[in-house]
């Protein structure tokens, strides 16, 4: 769920400039025209979708690989490490020197590892939840334009809504095909 929500923060930052700007024109809009406000909960549209399942399927599948090759990598440092340790007093310098430089290079390729793993989970993360975004938003749209809603905000990222809102919710959901 990490991977939803770190994209869901840029979607809320990016939601409540809008709305900031939207309250500011707001009031403007109001007198030239009958305004219609609707919501949607995103979050609750993006977790419904059959695609969400996927990616965190997908994830969860790159997650357990680079798990893997960490582990082995892992083993591979702590068994020199034994090994320098239970040796060092019969080595010679030159040996132990080798040895020491050995096993500090298999530390810094573990360090090396896991920041590409991070990097590439991230990536792929993105890849794969940015046409799930463009999809709710396309559908959130279409809904907008169907239903002649002015404005479609989530409530996740604001402090307040009325009574009087229409949650377009259900809407959205019923034409991403979703129960």
């Known amino acids: 769920m990490r991977f939803i929500r770190i994209s ?11 709305i900031i700007f939207l309250m500011m024109i707001l009031p403007l809009g109001a007198f030239a025209q009958d305004v219609k406000i609707a919501f949607v909960k995103t979050q609750e549209v993006i977790m419904a979708m059959p695609e969400v399942s996927a990616m965190e399927k997908t994830m969860t599948e790159l997650n357990e690989k680079y798990k893997t090759e ?7 440092y702590q068994k020199k490490y034994s090994d320098f340790v239970a040796q060092q007093d019969s080595l010679t310098e030159n040996i132990k020197l080798r040895r020491m430089q050995e096993i500090q290079d298999i530390q810094e390729r573990i360090n090396n590892f896991v920041q590409v ?3 590439d989970v991230q990536k792929k993360q993105q890849e794969l939840f940015t046409p799930i975004q463009q999809k709710v938003q ?8 169907e239903k002649g809603y002015m404005y479609i905000i989530d409530p996740s990222v604001l402090l307040y809504i009325g009574t009087s809102g229409v949650d377009a919710t259900p809407l959205v959901k019923s034409k991403l095909g979703l129960k």
Do not use: C, F, H, R
């Open 117 to 119: 793993a991070e990097q």
């Open 8 to 18: 869901n923060m840029k979607y809320k930052l990016k939601m409540k400039k809008l």
């Open 138 to 145: 396309a559908t959130i749209k279409a809904v907008g334009d």
């Open 70 to 76: 960490l582990k082995q990598m892992q083993e591979e």
